[in-house]
């Protein structure tokens, strides 16, 4: 029940194109939802964060959309650029909660 | 600078020996997290801290341990290290207060011969 499944792996994007993450939860008390983008070599940083009471959030070129009865979110980077290459994690938690659980990461790759 | 830093950035050492990774921070941040990051694995926590003094296990604790004798610190040690160990580690501190993530370090990569 504490498991953050997160799909693709691996993605490939043409620069100006779409990228889409996925990741599903099942532990419904999680009211929190962040996405961290980690370059190589650096700690993950905090992208974009939802909770479960809007079913979309938007912060430049990052979307989050949400779907609380699928238990389901995803992030969308519009008009993708070589610079937004690196690896994403989506994460769940009980706001104010102590821990996080964290997807597996999606390595993303944009060419140009 | 405020923030969360981590020592070393790259440690190899030998099987069986004791090695101690520090985390220090300057946001006096309750919450305190030890994870590990492997491919195909994400980020697991090993250990974590709501105070000082307070530490609690995680999803992977076995062969680490850790203190918390002051807020701002954090270190984890592994006892006598093993191969299954190579990996890199992360610390992250949070505020209880705030609707806030956690904030990561740089990690330390460490190489178990």
């Known amino acids: 029940q504490q498991q953050v499944k997160q799909s693709p792996q691996s993605l490939i994007v043409q620069k100006g194109g779409i990228s889409i993450i996925n990741c599903a939860y099942e532990n419904t008390a999680f009211d929190y939802f962040p996405w961290y983008q980690q370059f190589p070599g650096k700690g993950p940083a905090l992208l974009i964060a939802i909770r479960p009471d809007v079913s979309e959030k938007k912060e430049g070129r990052f979307t989050i959309s949400f779907n609380k009865s699928a238990k389901q979110f995803s992030l969308h980077i519009m008009d993708s650029q070589p610079g937004d290459s690196a690896t994403y994690f989506c994460a769940a938690s009980i706001i104010y909660g102590q821990n996080f659980v964290f997807g597996p990461g999606t390595r993303l790759s944009v060419l140009p | 600078d405020a923030g969360i830093t981590q020592s070393p950035r790259y440690k190899i050492t030998e099987t069986g020996r004791q090695v101690t990774l520090m985390c220090h921070q300057t946001w006096s941040h309750s919450y305190m997290f030890w994870y590990r990051q492997d491919l195909g694995h994400g980020l697991r926590l090993i250990y974590y801290?709501?105070?000082?003094?307070?530490?609690d296990k995680g999803e992977v604790p076995d062969g680490y341990v850790v203190s918390r004798s002051k807020t701002e610190n954090f270190p984890l040690t592994l006892e006598s290290a093993t191969r299954s160990q190579t990996s890199v580690y992360f610390c992250?501190?949070?505020?209880?207060?705030?609707?806030?993530?956690?904030?990561f370090g740089d990690g330390t990569r460490l190489s178990i011969l």
């Open positions: 992250a501190s949070r505020d209880p207060f705030a609707e806030q993530p956690q904030h």
């Open positions: 801290s709501a105070a000082a003094d307070i530490t």
